[in-house]
Structure formats: C-alpha cells, structure tokens
C-alpha cells in the first residue's frame, strides 16, 4: 500500500492550501481517512477524520477552519485548509485504516508534506 500526498507549500497568515493523498496498492476498501500533523518538537496529533459513511471529526483548533473529504472512486482524501495561522506549520501525514480482507485493520501512512506558514 502506497501513499502520495502533495499540496504543501509555504502560505501566508490568513491564506489557504489543499492537502491531497492518493492511496494505491492492495487496498480496495478504506475504512478511515485521516490527516495528522506534527510541529517541530512536538507530537504527531490528530488533525481530522473521515470515515467510510463520512462522518468527520476534528481537532479543536481547527475546527470551522480545515474540512476534510474522500473520494472513495479514487481512494483519494483531502484537507481544504482556510484563514492559515502559523501554530498550523507542520508536516502533515495522511493515514488510512484498511477495510480490504487483505489487510484489515492496518493502517498506513504517507511520507508527510511541510505546510509552512509565514507570519
């Protein structure tokens, strides 16, 4: 199972960025979907989910802010990221929760895209 994000960049206080990651590989059914993020010296934390029937959840700090979707024809998630502040400046990972037989309940995570931004 591979994962590719792209869509991180530097932007500015109040600016926006797309977050995307495309998951392939042995791996037909996708039961979660989800963004972390980790800031230098800190944990990796959750940033939002999104399950199979699309329920999302989110964290705190950006809620109303960031709004987390699938394409599930595409095995695809994405993270509409608005109004940017710079405690957003992380990399960001894409995780997945398997639902294929073939590996259920694993998860997989993508190699992370720095979202910079500038104050």
């Known amino acids: 199972v591979q994962l590719q994000a792209c869509g991180g960049g530097v932007v500015q206080t109040g600016g926006l960025r797309r977050l995307s990651c495309a998951a392939s590989g042995d791996i037909d059914i996708i039961k979660d979907m989800g963004w972390y993020r980790q800031a230098p010296g800190k944990e990796r934390r959750l940033v939002a989910v999104i399950d199979l029937g699309g329920t999302t959840r989110y964290a705190e700090s950006v809620k109303g802010r960031f709004t987390i979707s699938r394409d599930a024809t595409k095995n695809t998630v994405h993270l509409q990221m608005n109004n940017l502040k710079p405690e957003d400046t992380a990399v960001y990972y894409c995780?997945?929760?398997?639902?294929?037989?073939?590996?259920?309940?694993?998860?997989?995570w993508g190699k992370g895209t720095q979202v910079t931004v500038s104050s």
């Open positions: 995780n997945v929760l398997s639902g294929d037989p073939r590996n259920y309940g694993m998860d997989y």
